[in-house]
């Protein structure tokens, strides 16, 4: 698990116009790790993590595209049923929300990376990072949680 950047972008609902974003930050050698696209009548919200925050800012700027950064967790996740239903419970033990996730297609050797906006990514680092609280420490020993997989950290930290 690691804290990431997530960019934001306001677009146009028009055709090709997600591709053009996706094709400038290919030309410029941005690698998207995970991506999602909600939409209403009039635009849309494209949001992503690349592998570089840093490069991907200019590609936006020169688009004249609006977009924000916000910090999100990564985490690296085996692709199979259960996997992430097992990080969100282990979320909701420790009472930590999530505003919205997402995941990537698919990852590096059987793994898939799921991006959640939390309200507190530290907290969630703490509790995905085996750092659970004195109670539900107590209640694991009773009831073992399905997996006991540790997740990997992915990305950089801010």
Do not use: W
Request: aromatic letters at 4%; a positive charge.
């Amino acid at each position: 698990m690691d804290i990431v950047k997530q960019i934001s972008v306001s677009l146009e609902n028009k055709p090709g116009r997600l591709a053009q974003i996706l094709s400038e930050l290919a030309r410029e050698k941005v690698n998207i790790t995970a991506l999602t696209v909600m939409d209403s009548h009039e635009h849309s919200v494209l949001r992503f993590v690349t592998n570089d925050v840093q490069q991907s800012l200019p590609v936006l700027t020169k688009m004249n595209l609006r977009h924000a950064q916000t910090d999100v967790i990564s985490v690296e996740m085996r692709n199979q049923p259960g996997a992430l239903a097992q990080v969100c419970e282990r979320l909701a033990e420790e009472h930590v929300n999530i505003d919205y996730a997402y995941c990537s297609s698919g990852g590096r050797n059987g793994k898939t990376v799921g991006i959640f906006k939390v309200a507190n990514p530290e907290k969630a680092g703490r509790v995905l990072n085996g750092q659970a609280t004195s109670v539900n420490r107590r209640r694991l020993a009773r009831q073992p949680l399905r997996d006991r997989r540790t997740y990997h950290v992915t990305g950089s930290t801010r």
